[in-house]
């Protein structure tokens, strides 16, 4: 066997080696730099090219690919939404993804991105608050505590200065998880037994929970002037956390309208409900929060190009590092028309 | 370090591993059965999530991507075209593809597809061209001698009986590689200097050439009656290789026409030009050849699911041999709310 040239193998990130990876640089700098690179790609956003999830549905759960490109770079992500499998001890969401050079077409990069998610999730929510939150918030409700409650109130500590968090779940375990999780990050964690107690005195209010059916986690006489609302479970259709009287009193900021009107909170609007995109926010030609007392919403649905920025940092942090292999993926016959004579002489 | 649970372990084949496989089973009989699994695959067309590809076009090249699914398995093939590589030393197309499990969402199999990409599209031809091409028909022009022509000449051996390949390329070292790579294979080997020689006595006529230009191998005057043409190179907008004569006279085959009206040669007819879905002759409901004089076409570009089938041979094939690697690709906490817990204790 003649060993593939470089070019023909692609660097692949495991989840150990992405736990490795984030545990070597430390979680708050990563979702620091994580939120640089998404700023960045917010800022040019209007060069990507952007297409709606392509999904496959079934009776127990969706697949979706997740394309997106910046002319130079090219990236997709898998991802699987099964619900039902938490109760055979299975993931609900199981993700991967994949970055290519666009000027060869070849992969630069393949990696777990089921972490890289949960991360790139929490810095974006981060990035929305630091442009929407009220100046000076430092505690945040987070409301539902289960995968991602952790990553959430930790960009926020580490993007926006966050001081105090205040955990509810239904499942008094999953606070009880979040509390422990969180101890000796340098946060203060007050574990609360109702939603109302876990808003008392928060200008951030996180809303983070599984719940598959219309739900109103946060009713309208909860939300009070001067907030901003980081809304990241409800990302599906017939899935919302919110009451809808509380959508007509705020400022909605979104990701991609054409996606967030069918999986995010405004599904629960008319269609052509006033949204501004976050993007241009960052980019300077929209408004974010135009007073102390406006109630601010970031209808968080999750888009390809965060994934995007997420791969970006993976290939330039893991360049260096130990922490990736290569795959021999590509086939690379000396002759390029010669793919057979590479398979035969491989049989000798 | 705990060690990932078994669930959330990918098998891979590697490139090394593939060309182990298909040379371990041996690749007529790799060929054979692909055709088994692609006319499975064609009888029960109509329950399949069908889409076209989802493309990302630069100045210089394609990114493709090509999902299907059965309801039971989904999968995708990733793949690129670059027609300037070459000149670069680097491959034209490289392509890996996946398996998953509809029910779980969770991937099943990650592959290389380039070499079985060419298989496929080999087996492919000669299951047309079983149900296509004249009774007794054991003598093939094989107009373009690139890196598919040999896998196209072995699979009309293995499936459909060939004795003799004429072969023909305007490069005359890549006739010569071609027909050195088929010697010992048990075809008779002709080697012929102009395409009208190739042509001589031949019942199948091949075109694999890489023209990106609207060109004519084939002109109207070569092609007499009885004759079946596997037309393989045209596949995508600007590139064809016949004459359009050739096809108003021809009775034309496809495999998903809102595919082929775009890429394959019929972009040279009008849109309502007639043609017969190739997975209604393999149902029975729709008639194949019908006469020994008529001329028939298989207009191939292939679809996603012949891909699909391709996986899912791998997939039954590799499962009890050494000739795949397990790749730690998805996050798997021992509770599915504690990512970061798993995270953090990773640290320890």
């Known amino acids: 066997m003649t060993q593939p040239s470089a070019k023909a193998l692609v660097p692949f990130v495991s989840v150990d080696n992405m736990m490795r990876l984030v545990n070597h640089i430390g979680i708050e700098q990563v979702l620091r730099d994580l939120a640089t690179y998404i700023e960045e790609d917010f800022r040019r956003w209007e060069l990507f090219d952007k297409t709606p999830r392509v999904a496959s549905h079934s009776d127990v759960g969706v697949i979706e690919l997740m394309p997106t490109s910046d002319g130079e770079a090219y990236g997709f992500k898998y991802v699987n939404g099964h ?4 109760s055979e001890g299975l993931q609900t969401v199981t993700a991967f993804g994949l970055l290519a050079d666009v000027y060869t077409g070849y992969p630069v990069l ?33 409301i539902g505590n289960g995968a991602q409650s952790e990553f959430q109130s930790l960009a926020m500590k580490a993007i926006l200065g966050l001081k105090t ?27 609360c037994t109702t939603p109302e107690e876990a808003i008392r005195g928060a200008r951030i209010l996180t809303t983070c929970t599984a719940d598959k059916q219309n739900a109103r986690i946060l009713t ?17 259709p017939g899935k919302t956390e919110l009451a809808s009287g509380i959508l007509s009193r705020a400022q909605v900021f979104v990701e991609y309208p054409e996606q967030t009107r069918i999986e995010g909170e405004i599904q629960q609007m008319p269609p052509d409900f006033p949204v501004t995109e976050l993007w241009q926010v960052l980019a300077g030609t929209a408004r974010g929060r135009s007073d102390d007392r406006q109630i601010t919403l970031f209808d968080s649905v999750g888009f390809a190009i965060e994934d995007f920025s997420a791969l970006r940092y993976v290939r330039d942090k893991v360049r260096d590092t130990p922490y990736h292999t290569d795959l021999d993926m590509l086939a690379d016959p000396d002759d390029p028309r010669d793919l057979f004579g590479m398979l035969h002489r491989a049989s000798l």
Chains 1, 2 share one sequence.
Do not use: F, Q
Not at 83 to 86: G, I, R, W
Not at 167 to 190: F, H, I, M, P, Q
Not at 220 to 236: F, L, S
């Open 220 to 236: 309208d006489n909860m939300v009070g002037a001067g907030v901003h609302i980081n809304a990241i479970g409800g990302d599906c």
């Open 110 to 142: 393949l990696t777990e991105m089921t972490l890289l998610t949960a991360l790139r999730t929490a810095a974006m929510s981060a990035v929305a608050a630091r442009y929407l939150a009220p100046k000076g918030a430092d505690t945040m409700a987070m």
């Open 165 to 191: 968090v205040r955990l509810y779940d239904k499942d008094a375990a999953a606070t009880e998880k979040c509390a422990r999780n969180l101890s000796g990050t340098g946060l203060t964690v007050v574990k």
């Open 83 to 86: 619900p039902k499998n938490t």
